[in-house]
């Protein structure tokens, strides 16, 4: 239980500490670039589960008997993992979204200004 506390922190400034980005494109309002962003993510999925339509961790060989996690000649069927098709996914969004004409820029955090120390009090000798 102890142990909680701390992965949350962790895990709350692992979040808070990546930057944020958007697609700008001159001359494009924030509507036209959501509709844009929408098409090239529907348009990405589309071509990256063409690529790898089902993976699962399964048994990696259907059809014939297996002899422990592979084929009968000692490699699996698959070539991806799962994650691959979202690592192809993210790539094509941004090529079609730089095909587009957009750029993906990093938003600057708002400069905030660092705290001041109170002034130590004067003293005079006299």
């Known amino acids: 239980m102890r142990r909680v506390p701390p992965l949350l ?3 709350f400034a692992s979040a808070c500490s990546l930057p944020e980005t958007r697609w700008e494109k001159p001359g494009a309002d924030e509507k036209a670039t ?3 962003l929408a098409d090239c993510r529907r348009a990405a999925r589309q071509e990256a ?10 048994p990696p060989y259907w ?14 069927y698959w070539g ?6 979202f690592y ?3 790539r094509l969004t941004d090529f079609c979204m730089r095909n587009k ?4 820029v990093t ?3 708002p400069q905030t200004r660092a705290a001041t120390p109170p002034a130590a009090p004067q003293t005079t000798d006299k």
Not at 49 to 58: D, K, S
Not at 64 to 74: A, E, K, L, V
Not at 80 to 85: A, I, T, V
Not at 101 to 104: D, K
């Open 80 to 85: 991806q993992y799962d994650s691959s098709r």
């Open 9 to 11: 922190l962790l895990a």
């Open 88 to 90: 192809t996914e993210n």
């Open 34 to 36: 959501a509709n844009d």
């Open 101 to 104: 004409g957009y750029q993906l």
């Open 49 to 58: 589960f063409q690529a790898w339509p089902f993976f699962t961790y399964g």
């Open 107 to 109: 938003i600057a955090p």
């Open 63 to 76: 059809g014939f008997p297996s002899w422990g996690w592979g084929s009968p000649w000692g490699f699996p």
